[in-house]
């Protein structure tokens, strides 16, 4: 963020907010920003553990579900990989260590630690700047959580694809917009996997119940298996 940026949006704040609000903002954005570095120099200097595995998000997202929870549960259960779970919500935790899971709270020291250590980060909408820190050195892998090729405008599709080129990995769902986003989009490490959440439709997986709402599973249940 540029200097002048940042003045503008401290002025905005104290017009709206007063001087305590402005100072509280100060002094969180200076540790933050010195917490920034201080993981940037660790994560050189701190070894990676090729064996671990971390799932963050940056998003307030308040469910165990989508290509991260099927990937997750696929990766423990029928790979035996050192997984953790990185969460907001306390519920999340609970649920999945209840079940055997390895989960902690996002903005804890345990946390931190592990997005230091772990050799590979995986998301399905981006890490947030903190955690970014932290991940300096790690193999980064981006999901997706819908259909990378929907309509955008301009400035928000030129900032994602910006933020995809810095994934070392990025997968999607079919050929089609494997090609698209090699084409057209400049995005060159993109690749085609297929979605784990669509795992689901052709095999079981083991405690696939988990997270799922109670009347949604209800209705998947009475779905006749395939013959």
């Not at 779970?85 to 931190?112: F, M, P």
Request: glycine share 4%.
């Amino acid at each position: 963020m540029q200097p002048v940026s940042l003045v503008k949006r401290a002025y905005s704040v104290l017009l709206r907010e007063g001087i305590v609000a402005v100072t509280i903002k100060t002094v969180r954005f200076c540790a933050l920003r010195i917490e920034l570095v201080l993981a940037l120099f660790l994560a050189y200097i701190y070894p990676r553990n090729e064996d671990l595995i971390v799932f963050a998000n940056s998003s307030e997202r308040c469910e165990f579900s989508g290509n991260m929870k099927y990937l997750f549960l696929d990766l423990v259960n029928k790979y035996d990989k050192n997984c953790v779970w990185l969460t907001q919500y306390d519920e999340i935790e609970k649920l999945l260590s209840d079940h055997g899971y390895k989960s902690c709270k996002t903005d804890t020291l345990k946390a931190r630690l592990h997005l230091l250590r772990a050799k590979y980060a995986v998301t399905d909408v981006d890490f947030d700047n903190r955690q970014w820190g932290y991940l300096n050195s790690a193999t980064t892998i981006q999901l997706w959580h819908g259909y990378p090729l929907k309509q955008l405008p301009e400035e928000e599709r030129v900032g994602i694809n910006a933020r995809i080129q810095i994934f070392d990995y990025a997968c999607v769902n079919n050929h089609v917009e494997e090609a698209e986003l090699r084409t057209h989009k400049n995005i060159d490490k993109v690749y085609y996997t297929g979605y784990p959440r669509n795992d689901l439709f052709f095999r079981e997986i083991q405690d696939a119940e988990i997270g799922v709402n109670p009347v949604a599973q209800e209705i998947l249940e009475r779905i006749p298996p395939e013959e």
